[in-house]
């Protein structure tokens, strides 16, 4: 379980890392991504930040890495801070390279993160963005399968909202951008096609199929998908989806 204190103290330490430079720390962080050690990811590129500050690609790095930690723990508030720090550095990134689509995704996913500890009109606001920041993502990187992915997502889950959810949205809050499963299925399809490894497509493309009514394809997609290696933290999660839909 990740806490402020634990970050705090991992910070302390980060300076006496025997890596002298930049691309050296760079190194070290990006290997301990692939072993998916979140903990010393972040103290890594926080360091590589201390060193090269300002670095577009490095505060993305960031900000992947807190979103990353929000998977190990269970405590609604420790969340909620480490994808509030992940949206700070997202939107930092940003600013420094604004015509990059990792970095502009990455606000769409951070802003879906955050819609779980978010009031209704919030939520409302946040899910908006999701759809505002994909879609920007997208023009700037039509082949950005992650961008794929989350507008896939976004539209079965707000197109699975009841009828009731939708109209009382419109009503109160102006309503959502249309959404539709047919749409998340198409989505999803390229997602898959252009990054046929990720294991979290295939997941995200079957409950796409499930929510459009389509239960063999769906069924089919789902058990090929527990068959593929983890390729990212994240996957963990999709696989326990994937094994709560198929029952």
């Known amino acids: 379980m990740l806490s402020r204190v634990t970050f705090a103290l991992l910070a302390l330490w980060a300076p006496g890392l025997r890596a002298a430079d930049v691309n050296s720390v760079l190194q070290e962080a990006r290997a301990a991504e692939v072993r998916f050690d979140t903990q010393a990811a972040l103290v890594l590129f926080r360091q590589a930040d201390s060193l090269r500050p300002n670095d577009a690609a490095i ?8 979103s990353d930690a ?13 994808g509030t720090e992940s949206l700070v550095y997202a ?9 990059n689509a990792v ?8 802003y879906g993160k955050l819609t779980a500890f978010a009031d209704t009109r919030t939520k409302i606001t946040y899910s908006r963005f999701v759809k505002q920041y994909a879609d920007e993502a997208l ?24 009828f009731g959810t939708r ?26 096609a252009l990054a046929p490894n990720r294991p979290a497509h295939h997941v995200e493309l079957g409950l796409a199929l ?17 068959t593929l290696p983890k390729t990212e933290k994240y996957d963990a999660e999709a696989f326990a989806r994937a094994r709560a839909a198929l029952k």
């Open 139 to 162: 023009a700037l990187d039509p082949r950005y399968a992650l961008a794929h992915l989350v507008l896939g997502r976004w539209n079965y889950e707000v197109s699975s909202l009841g």
């Open 59 to 66: 505060l993305q790095a960031i900000s992947k890495q807190y």
């Open 167 to 192: 109209w009382l949205v419109r009503l109160v809050y102006g309503g959502l951008p249309d959404a539709s499963t047919a749409e998340a299925v198409r989505q999803l399809r390229i997602a898959v």
């Open 210 to 226: 499930l929510a459009d009514g389509q239960r063999d394809a769906a069924r089919a997609t789902l058990t090929h998908a527990l």
């Open 70 to 82: 929000m998977l190990d723990t269970v405590e609604a508030a420790e969340k909620q801070h480490l």
């Open 91 to 99: 939107r930092r990134s940003v600013a420094l390279a604004p015509h």
């Open 103 to 110: 970095n502009v995704l990455a606000l769409a996913i951070c």
